[in-house]
Each structure stands twice: as C-alpha cells, then as structure tokens.
C-alpha cells in the first residue's frame, strides 16, 4: 500500500525507491510485462500516484544471458591480429546485461568473427573497455587473450589516448581546463553517479573549447581514466552538463553529444602506436549547424 507521502510519484519511480534490491531496467520490464498491478490493474511506467493505492508486483526471472551470433551491421575502422577497432553508433548496448539480452555489440562481434578473447568472460567476448549506450564512437576489441591482457594494461598504465567530443550547455569560462574530482556512485540515485561525496575513485578529465556557441560550447574532451560516466558527471559537475544528457541535469534530446572520436593505442600484433578516428555522425553534424 502507498502512503500519503508517496503521493505525485511516478510509478516506476515509486518501485525503484522501495524495490532497490532490482535494477531500474528489470522494474520498468515487470511494468511493461503486467507484473505491476495498481489497484488490481495494470499501469504504465509514468502513472502518477495519489497515495493509498495497492500495488502487487509479480517478479519473473530475467532471461538467460548469453552472446549468441546475430547477424546485424558492424562498422569495422581498423582491424589487425590482435585489435578490432568498431564504430559504435549511440543507442548500441556493448554487451548483455540487465535490460539487453539480445541485439548489442557483442552478438553483432560473434556473428563477424570467429575467435575473440574470453578473458573478459563469455558474455564479454574481445570486450576492454566500453562506451556509454548514448554514446557514440570508436572502441577496441580484443581477438585474443594475450592481446586483451595487453591492452587491458594500457589501458590500467593510462598510455591509451582517449578524445571525445561534447557539447555542452552554457559558456565554459576557460578556454581550457580539467576536472579532477573523485567519482563515486550516487547513494540515492543508484543509475547516477556524482563528484559531491568528497571520495570515490580518483578520475582526470581535461577539455578545451573548440567553438562557442550562444547558449553551448562545443568542447575535445580527454580522459585520463576510464570512470562510469566520467566525462558526463564531471562536466555536470562544473555546470556544464553534456547535451541531450538528462541523467545528470540538461533537457532531453535525441540523443547525448558525446562521441568518442579518436583513440591511440599500441597493437599487441605490432608494437606500433595506431591512432583510429571515428567520423562524427551525422546527426551530430546536423546538430552543431543548427547552432
């Protein structure tokens, strides 16, 4: 039974603050599915409550996982022995987890290549590091064991160089700059994570503006590490939230400026420095000459 207090809440916000022990993707699927009852009815995920309803949840259990070959576009930038670099489009889950059990990177990579690594275990077959699902751009696969353990230590020594692209709201004083605030998992809203806590895991972000815009900037974005969401929270951290990135304070958009642009690493088949690009999409293209 709600309370009086949980009045104005969405239902789906509801569960996932009294349901915390389930991720928000396996509330919103029982929502979708009829397993959530208010009333004796069924609801939509942004029913808003009034307070004294009954609501019954029927959980079900997810899907088995596996990374079964599908036979799906694959946008291949550069490829040797030991490295695949792909072309992630936004919108493309790297591999299955809660809420994708089909139709992400990895089934898009067993169907295109017989033998990646497994050191990142079966259902991360090649997989290193990975992008955010709104995020686009180039990323590293590794073909073999010994290949994945030697990028998996470029990427832990910091020598793999990663530039992205951002768009960001307001007018970003500086012409460059860098963020160096921990990150850790926000305690309230588990899907978030946030720089106020004062401690977490210790994370470099550096910018500099590559155009001004009336109401955005448009910035190149290096990390020096690999933290969730890092560029997104770091960049909301300083009043600059990424475009389109409602997670962490600006309006819904299409989709999230952030585009992993480019990337320089060392092949494990050549010992040689490799830098791969990734083009900027179209829609992107789209939407900095609507500025």
Do not use: C
């Not at 899907?63 to 291949?76: G, K, M, R, V």
């Not at 960001?168 to 946030?194: F, L, N, S």
């Not at 933290?227 to 990135?245: E, F, Y």
Request: net charge positive; glycine share 8%.
């Amino acid at each position: 039974m709600t309370l009086t207090g949980d009045a104005g809440k969405r239902l789906d916000h509801f569960l996932q603050e009294h349901l915390t022990q389930f991720s928000r993707s396996r509330l919103q699927s029982w929502i979708k599915e009829g397993r959530v009852l208010v009333d004796g009815a069924a609801a939509k995920s942004s029913l808003v409550l009034r307070g004294g309803e009954n609501i019954e949840v029927s959980p079900a259990d997810p899907a088995p996982l596996e990374a079964a070959p599908e036979d799906l576009p694959l946008e291949i930038l550069y490829q040797d022995a030991a490295v695949i670099a792909i072309n992630k489009p936004a919108g493309l889950v790297v591999h299955a987890g809660a809420g994708a059990s089909s139709g992400t990177l990895v089934n898009r990579l067993v169907h295109h290549f017989a033998t990646l690594s497994q050191v990142g275990g079966e259902l991360r077959p090649g997989i290193v590091h990975r992008l955010d699902k709104g995020t686009s751009g180039v990323l590293l696969v590794a073909r073999n064991d010994a290949a994945h353990r030697a990028l998996a230590a470029q990427f832990s020594g910091r020598t793999v160089e990663k530039t992205y692209l951002a768009l960001v709201h307001g007018k970003v004083r500086d012409e460059q700059g860098r963020v160096t605030a921990p990150i850790a998992r926000d305690p309230v809203r588990r899907i978030r994570m946030t720089t106020k806590l004062g401690s977490g895991r210790s994370a470099l972000t550096e910018y500099r503006v590559l155009q001004r815009f009336e109401k955005f900037t448009y910035l190149e974005v290096r990390i020096g590490t690999g933290r969730t969401h890092q560029i997104r929270v770091h960049l909301a951290s300083i009043g600059h939230p990424v475009a389109g990135d409602k997670l962490y304070g600006a309006p819904t958009a299409g989709r999230i400026f952030l585009h992993a642009w480019r990337i320089v690493f060392t092949s494990p088949a050549t010992e040689r420095r490799v830098t791969v690009e990734a083009p900027v999409p179209a829609d992107l293209v789209q939407w900095l000459a609507s500025l």
